[in-house]
């Protein structure tokens, strides 16, 4: 009963720990929670078996095999997402429901990273995830992943490349910010030339309504038809609610800031993707009620 309890210890301090590793593979805090619980039981068994070797080190332990079943969840729920309606995106977590320990640094936390790491092979972002966000050795990866430091290091190299991430810095969220106050009037005035201006002539939109409610079915491509996607929500929502037809303000979800958006009696949470120059390149719109269970939808 001891050794239980000594496992079950480790785990509590670490647990916080395994959630950052665990959401930031997923993107789904859920099933975050789910791995992590999973590697707490496997922690419990492991210590006893009477035949098994002593664990040196419970957190390097409990690190290897969270990353080893999120690797797993990740392939398992591949299939699923393939037949998910519409474009999938992860789930928004408020900022402050987060534990320190997961939001570590908030690097690889926002929901544009998590659902650009959506392209790379499991173990590649389990690599970048590890290295980026809680500062591990290509070395100690490797004795994670069963891969040599080389291999490691090339893993993290290419993931960086694919995902535009400066290898040396993490990005700044400040554009982001500043972005999002300016749409956020604009779309309240409903100054749709404004929205337009705000765009890069290459601006992508991902809207994820899961089949829940109404939502664009396939991403919108080049600022003429994300203004027309804006247009369109703005004239309906006039004829619901003629006196405030829609209402926008900023929370903090993710470890950065995004953007709530109320109309036809519903709540969207978008976060937006700045250039260098302050463009929006890129916005991701969460608007699948289940997936807005983690964030404060209240201004």
Same mark, same amino acid.
């Given at each position: 009963m001891t050794l239980a309890v000594s496992a079950t210890s480790a785990w509590q301090s670490e647990r916080n720990r395994l959630l950052g590793?665990?959401?930031?593979?997923?993107?789904?805090f859920g099933h975050a929670e789910d791995v992590v619980s999973e590697v707490a039981i496997d922690a419990v068994q492991r210590e006893r078996k009477a035949d098994a070797d002593r664990v040196d080190s419970w957190p390097a332990?409990? @690190?290897?095999?969270? $990353? !080893?079943?999120? #690797?797993? +969840?990740?392939?398992?729920?591949?299939?699923?997402?393939?037949d998910y309606t519409g474009p999938w995106l992860p789930e928004p977590v408020d900022t402050s429901k987060l534990p320190d320990e997961a939001v570590a640094?908030?690097?690889?936390?926002?929901?544009?990273?998590?659902?650009l790491a959506e392209q790379l092979a499991p173990e590649a972002r389990a690599a970048l995830v590890l290295h980026r966000a809680f500062g591990m050795s290509a070395i100690d990866i490797g004795e994670i992943l069963?891969? @040599?430091?080389?291999? $490691? !290091?090339?893993? #993290?190299? +290419?993931?960086?490349?694919?995902?535009?991430?400066?290898p040396e810095a993490p990005a700044p969220r400040a554009k982001d910010r500043a972005a999002l106050e300016k749409l956020v009037r604009a779309i309240e005035q409903g100054e749709i030339d404004t929205v337009v201006a705000m765009l890069?002539?290459?601006?992508?939109?991902?809207?994820?309504?899961?089949?829940?409610?109404?939502?664009?079915m396939n991403p919108l491509f080049g600022a003429a038809r994300i203004a027309r996607f804006f247009a369109g929500i703005l004239g309906k929502a006039v004829v619901f609610d003629p006196v405030q037809p829609v209402r926008a303000w900023l929370i903090e979800v993710n470890?950065?800031?995004?953007?709530?958006?109320?109309h036809h009696g519903r709540s969207d949470v978008i976060e937006v993707d700045a250039a260098p120059d302050g463009s929006i390149r890129g916005l991701r719109q969460l608007s699948?009620?289940?997936?807005?269970?983690?964030?404060?939808?209240?201004?």
């Open positions: 590793i665990a959401y930031r593979m997923l993107g789904d332990w409990l @690190t290897t095999v969270c $990353v !080893r079943r999120s #690797i797993d +969840r990740v392939r398992q729920l591949a299939a699923v997402r393939e640094n908030r690097e690889l936390l926002s929901l544009t990273l998590l659902h069963e891969k @040599t430091p080389a291999a $490691v !290091r090339q893993m #993290i190299s +290419r993931a960086e490349r694919r995902l535009e991430i400066d890069d002539r290459d601006a992508v939109l991902w809207a994820d309504g899961g089949g829940k409610v109404k939502s664009a470890g950065g800031t995004a953007l709530v958006l109320r699948n009620p289940d997936k807005l269970t983690r964030v404060s939808l209240c201004p």
